[in-house]
């Protein structure tokens, strides 16, 4: 099967990546990346949820989202794949060319290809569970079914 993988933004699928510079509007608000919105989904409804949307940088984001000195979520560990879910479907709805892109990889395996991550990533050797991997090649089924109708 045909692999592509995907983790830096500049380079080739780096829109693949959260921290690619795609913002979108998701919950009436404006979002820079889907890494700001996942983290900051952690804290709902708190002052965090903002300080995190607000972050500079989406790095800086994931550190706020992964600092355990903010309140995490009780129902994160259940609810996290959902929210990247949403996160992913927004960014690729409100970007014609990124949804293309994603569309052209046609049955291609994607891979979030990094040692840093062994659930959203492939943890550098394969073990990892690819998790972001996995909901871009369902999003993408679930385009290429909508684009059918």
């Known amino acids: 099967m045909n692999q592509i993988l995907f983790y830096r933004i500049n380079e080739p699928y780096g829109g693949f990546s959260n921290f690619s510079p795609h913002p979108f509007e998701l919950k009436g608000k404006q979002w820079p990346t889907t890494e700001h919105y996942f983290q900051a989904q952690k804290f709902p409804g708190t002052e965090h949820e903002e300080a995190v949307r607000l972050a500079k940088s ?32 927004a960014k690729f709805a409100q970007h014609p060319p990124l949804r293309q892109q994603l ?16 659930y959203w990533a492939d943890g550098g050797d394969g073990t990892g569970k690819n998790r972001l991997g996995q909901l871009l090649m369902e999003l993408r089924e679930q385009l290429r079914t909508e684009a059918k109708k």
């Open 58 to 89: 989406p790095m800086i984001a994931a550190r706020m989202g992964r600092s355990r000195e903010r309140p995490l979520r009780s129902d994160w560990e259940t609810v996290k794949d959902d929210i990247m879910r949403e996160a992913l479907a």
């Open 103 to 118: 569309l052209d990889t046609e049955n291609a395996e994607l891979i979030e290809h990094t040692t840093n991550d062994s």
